[in-house]
């Protein structure tokens, strides 16, 4: 069974700096899509950042850029500029490639509260 | 195009009680996923529903089950609910068709309090 390990529970940056969020992955496949989840506080879960596995390059959409390490099965977020709406859980799915098209059975990792101070 | 709706967003019920939870996925998404919440155990996939036929389904016992309706909106259904039912409950939908590239939009969730 796959698995999503998020060691970070909790991590703070100042406004405008970098942070790296942590994601390691168990799989024994090698078509699979890895994604990056953000939930503001009370309100709901939106899309950051996906990878295709089969893709060398890292995904990156505006500050937001991942290092995906297929071999070491390591999939960590960057956060570039952060600012105060940054402020969130982030979590780190998993979902395995099905060739019947299911878009769902999403493996989350436990979440990493990010919190952006001024 | 208005998003992933859920209903109640709020719910408490009592021990023993069922429940029936509610999702409108965005107009033109035939895929309807259910995600069950909670602080120790994190995010866990209940199912996915694709044109009416579940498609995918999760490690829960049969307690929960669910179903989709002709025009996408899916309903979840837990019996003889338990304490540690308490959870949020997200729905998610996407397109469906094509490989599992698709993208998943989350509603807000129903928040069940059992009591």
């Known amino acids: 069974a796959q698995t999503v390990t998020q060691s970070q529970p909790e991590m703070s940056v100042q406004e405008a700096e970098t942070v790296t969020l942590s994601c390691t992955y168990d799989?024994?496949?090698?078509?699979?899509?890895l994604f990056w989840y953000k939930q503001p506080p009370s309100r709901q879960m939106i899309l950051v950042i996906r990878q295709e596995a089969y893709k060398q390059q890292n995904a990156t959409e505006n500050r937001f850029s991942v290092n995906f390490q297929k071999a070491a099965k390591s999939f960590s977020l960057k956060i570039s500029d952060s600012q105060l709406g940054d402020a969130a859980m982030y979590f780190c799915?998993?979902?395995?490639?099905?060739?019947?098209?299911?878009?769902?059975?999403?493996?989350f990792g436990k979440g990493t509260k990010l919190s952006v101070k001024p | 195009k208005a998003g992933v709706t859920q209903t109640p967003r709020y719910l408490i019920k009592t021990r023993g009680q069922q429940v029936t939870l509610s999702c409108s996925p965005i107009?033109?998404?035939?895929?309807v996923s259910w995600y069950q919440q909670t602080p120790g155990q994190g995010l866990q996939f209940l199912f996915e529903?694709?044109?009416?036929?579940?498609?995918n389904k999760g490690n829960f016992p049969g307690r929960f089950s669910g179903r989709q309706f002709s025009n996408s909106r899916s309903e979840m259904n837990v019996s003889t609910l338990e304490l540690g039912d308490s959870a949020l409950y997200l729905c998610?939908?996407?397109?469906?068709?094509?490989?599992?590239?698709?993208?998943?939009?989350f509603g807000p969730g129903t928040r069940l309090t059992v009591l």
């Open positions: 998610a939908s996407s397109l469906g068709g094509g490989r599992a590239w698709g993208e998943q939009f």
């Open positions: 529903y694709f044109s009416e036929t579940q498609r």
């Open positions: 799989t024994s496949e090698s078509d699979y899509y």
């Open positions: 799915a998993y979902r395995s490639e099905d060739y019947g098209g299911s878009q769902g059975n999403l493996i």
């Open positions: 107009s033109g998404h035939r895929s």
